[in-house]
């Protein structure tokens, strides 16, 4: 499992119209095969600027994600709001933890590998998609 963490600095302005556009973007993303959740942050120092961290099963899955047309749809509108390039961070799951489940081990294995990349006792990465309401 491997997470990406994205910093974005927005246009003055521009942050009510860019959130609605990764919402969507974020919603889409739950149908695709591979992802396992995400947010969208809002730092309370950095003024207009977002973080995005999106968790995948694996690397691929995520590659896959930027071809789709779900994906495309979003892109020239989201880069016109943005102030400067996205910085991405690739990340390791090395331990999950959620409400129910405990925190567990991710295990250990290539990030680019659906199989080897899952989470211990994981969940089908096609499963229902999720309410994104409360991610802003």
């Not at 996205?86 to 680019?112: F, K, L, Y």
């Not at 899952?118 to 998609?129: F, I, L, Q, T, V």
Request: proline share 5%.
């Amino acid at each position: 499992m491997v997470s990406i963490v994205t910093s974005v600095r927005l246009k003055e302005g521009s942050e009510r119209q860019w959130d609605d556009a990764m919402r969507e973007r974020m919603a889409a993303a739950g149908t695709h095969p591979g992802w396992i959740g995400g947010q969208l942050l809002q730092p309370e120092e950095s003024g207009p600027t977002r973080i995005i961290v999106g968790t995948w099963q694996s690397r691929d899955d995520w590659e896959r994600w930027h071809t789709d047309p779900r994906f495309t749809q979003t892109r020239e509108e989201l880069d016109r709001l943005t102030a400067a390039p996205e910085e991405h961070m690739w990340c390791r799951v090395a331990i999950d933890a959620r409400p129910g489940d405990g925190a567990r081990q991710a295990s250990a294995g290539s990030s680019r590998s659906g199989a080897r990349g899952a989470r211990k006792g994981g969940r089908s990465a096609g499963g229902p998609a999720r309410d994104l309401e409360g991610l802003d």
